[in-house]
């Protein structure tokens, strides 16, 4: 599957940011958010079941993010609010065929597809 991050640009501490992932395959996947900022290893970030029934978050984003499915749109949004700079990173999606339309992935090596990346800069 070909997925197309975009979204990311600058933001102000305490911001907000949408992130969107186009996909050319939608209903059998299950997907997911990672960042990697400069010098830093590459993390998970969010993830999302195939039916949309489970998700999953970094503990420094929960509350502050939302992984979301658009089905109409095939689409996965990570809507971020509340901005810090420590959020600073280049962001990339995932995505993986799931039979198990419950179960969130949250490794990088359970994906098989990734989007190419879009900065998101948190700054005062």
């Known amino acids: 599957v070909q997925l197309q991050a975009s979204g990311g640009g600058l933001a102000q501490i305490g911001g907000s940011l949408r992130l969107s992932c186009a996909t050319s395959r939608f209903s059998n996947y299950a997907f997911g958010w990672f960042r990697q900022a400069s010098g830093n290893e590459r993390e998970f970030v969010a993830a999302?079941?195939?039916?949309?029934?489970?998700?999953s978050y970094k503990d420094s984003v929960k509350g502050r993010f939302t992984i979301i499915r658009d089905d109409a749109k095939s689409t996965v949004n990570l809507q971020m609010d509340s901005l810090k700079p420590e959020d600073t990173a280049v962001y990339y999606c995932a995505a993986r065929v799931s039979f198990d339309g419950d179960t969130v992935y949250t490794e990088w090596g359970d994906f098989r597809s990734w989007g190419q990346g879009t900065l998101v800069t948190v700054s005062s």
């Open positions: 999302i079941s195939r039916k949309g029934t489970a998700t």
